[in-house]
């Protein structure tokens, strides 16, 4: 669950970014419209929220790196001779 909401929320980036750039080329400069203020808002907003989620992923152990070319941790040295022995 938690995948499909950082899914969904940078494809909400994307939208936001998108609109941003098509305010920025209609409004040309027009300094009565703020919509492309707003859109930075909105994409910060969605930023923080992302990130927030993340981090909350990261420290409940939902989110993790379990990576095929990463073995995970490696033993230290000392262990490796007492279990060696």
Do not use: C
Request: no cysteine; charged share 15%; glycine share 12%.
């Amino acid at each position: 669950m938690l995948k499909i909401a950082i899914v969904v929320l940078m494809l909400a980036l994307l939208a936001s970014l998108g609109s941003g750039f098509y305010f920025l080329m209609v409004d040309q400069g027009d300094k009565s419209k703020r919509r492309t203020f707003h859109s930075l808002g909105v994409r910060l907003g969605l930023a923080i929220t992302l990130a927030g989620l993340i981090v909350y992923g990261v420290a409940s152990g939902q989110l993790g790196h379990r990576n095929p070319w990463d073995a995970g941790p490696r033993p230290l040295a000392s262990q490796e001779q007492e279990s060696g022995d």
